[in-house]
């Protein structure tokens, strides 16, 4: 079974993308538009666990924050989680599909709070694409 996590720090851009089948490393990625200098790359390399059970043991790094990434993180899911029947399908899937796996997680755990919020307030949703836009959902 492949399980899949994100590792995301509060002071750099980016992220580090892990891949783990049956409990061993298969995957290693380090997203493009992440902002580590020579010496965190190391860092990192050097805690990464070859066995996933020692993964969040090894990288307890201050402001960093290790994410499983749930199995599903299709648009599908997304827009039927969403469930705003007035948004362009098309065009917000455009905009999913730019999206990093790490903003995608981000996503995903923001909108139950997103609902209750809109709910408490007596508001409507917006369509998902200015959902997906306007970036409320970034921690």
């Known amino acids: 079974m492949k399980t899949k996590y994100i590792l995301t720090s509060q002071n750099t851009k980016g992220s580090v993308n892990y891949e783990y089948e049956d409990g061993i490393l298969c995957g290693l990625q380090v997203s493009e538009d992440a902002e580590l200098t020579r010496k965190q790359r190391i860092k990192i390399l050097l805690r990464t666990a070859v066995n996933e059970a020692k993964l969040n043991e090894n990288l307890r790094l201050p402001g960093c924050i290790l994410t499983l990434v749930p199995a599903d993180l299709s648009f599908e899911r997304f827009w039927k989680e969403y469930n705003n029947p007035a948004s362009k399908k098309k065009y917000t899937e455009s905009l999913w599909n730019q999206r990093t796996d790490a ?35 970034k921690v």
Request: hydrophobic fraction near 35%.
């Open 103 to 137: 903003e995608k997680v981000q996503m995903f755990d923001f909108l139950p709070k997103y609902k209750a919020m809109k709910r408490m307030e007596g508001t409507q949703m917006v369509y998902a694409s200015t959902y997906i836009n306007q970036e409320n959902w």
